[in-house]
């Protein structure tokens, strides 16, 4: 198994001034998965997993999208107006992709690649999210939610597993 926390941290190099938003911005959401480092280590400590963890917030560039998605950088992010990343000139883009986006992936394929060779099998990637209970002026119901692609292997075990507790509202592929 393999831990990786794409929005685990909420930091900015000192250049970036904060892309001009005040502090406090910084706290909230939208610039990290609140809780999902301190949950992270502590999983790669129960299971002995490695695990990787993105160390710059995803308000700079967003390491859990595609680099053609508009989302990449966004300008605009639950209500925040984001100044520093508009205009973006096609270079700090660049700069952005090649310094922070394209180096993290690089490493978590690294790592799983490592696991893989050291075990002979593909590792079970687990990505950690957090998600914040209102987004974008609605309530998000869901305690957990599990979202997966298209082997269910893993995942229908454990979606059973946290229905079975029958105080949590579980979501599956919902965001």
Do not use: C
Not at 148 to 162: F, G, H, N, Q, Y
């Amino acid at each position: 198994m393999v831990l990786v926390a794409d929005h685990a941290r909420r930091d900015l190099p000192a250049g970036y001034n904060g892309l001009g938003l005040p502090a406090r911005e910084f706290e909230r959401h939208i610039a990290y998965d609140i809780g999902v480092e301190a949950v992270t280590r502590h999983l790669a400590r129960l299971t002995a997993a490695p695990a990787i963890m993105a160390g710059f917030s995803r308000l700079l560039i967003d390491p859990n999208r595609g680099e053609d998605d508009p989302t990449l950088i966004r300008q605009l992010y639950d209500g925040t107006i984001v100044p520093g990343n508009y205009p973006l000139s096609e270079e700090e883009r660049e700069r952005r992709l090649a310094q922070f986006y394209r180096p993290y992936h690089a490493a978590v394929s690294e790592l799983v690649a490592s696991v893989a060779h050291a075990s002979g099998a593909a590792p079970f990637v687990v990505s950690i999210h957090s998600f914040t209970p209102f987004m974008q002026g609605r309530a998000r119901p869901w305690h957990v939610g599990v979202l997966w692609d298209s082997d269910p292997r893993a995942v229908k075990p454990l979606l059973a597993a946290l229905r079975a507790d029958g105080s949590l509202v579980v979501g599956d592929n919902v965001r």
